[in-house]
C-alpha cells in the first residue's frame, strides 16, 4: 500500500491514499515526509469509501513549510 503525489504548485501537493481498513493515514504521513522533510502542513484532507468491500481512502494536500 502507498500513496502517490502530484505537484500542484512550488511548495503544494495533492496526495492520494490507497484504500486502508479503518481509513489510516500511514502512507500519507510518510508520502508527506518524504516530499517535504522539513516538514508539512496538511491543508484539506477528505476520506471517502468507494466500495463497501474496500478499506477507507484519504487524500491529502499539502503544503512544505
Known amino acids: 500500500m502507498q500513496s502517490s503525489a ?3 504548485d512550488d ?4 496526495i492520494e491514499g490507497p484504500g486502508v481498513p479503518g481509513g489510516a493515514e500511514a502512507p500519507n504521513r510518510r508520502m508527506a515526509s518524504r516530499i517535504c ?3 508539512y502542513r496538511v491543508l484539506d484532507s477528505t476520506n471517502f469509501k ?3 468491500a474496500e478499506g477507507t481512502f484519504t487524500n491529502w494536500v499539502i503544503r512544505c513549510l
Open 50 to 52: 468507494r466500495d463497501q
Open 6 to 8: 502530484t505537484k500542484v
Open 11 to 14: 511548495r503544494t501537493y495533492k
Open 37 to 39: 522533510p522539513g516538514g
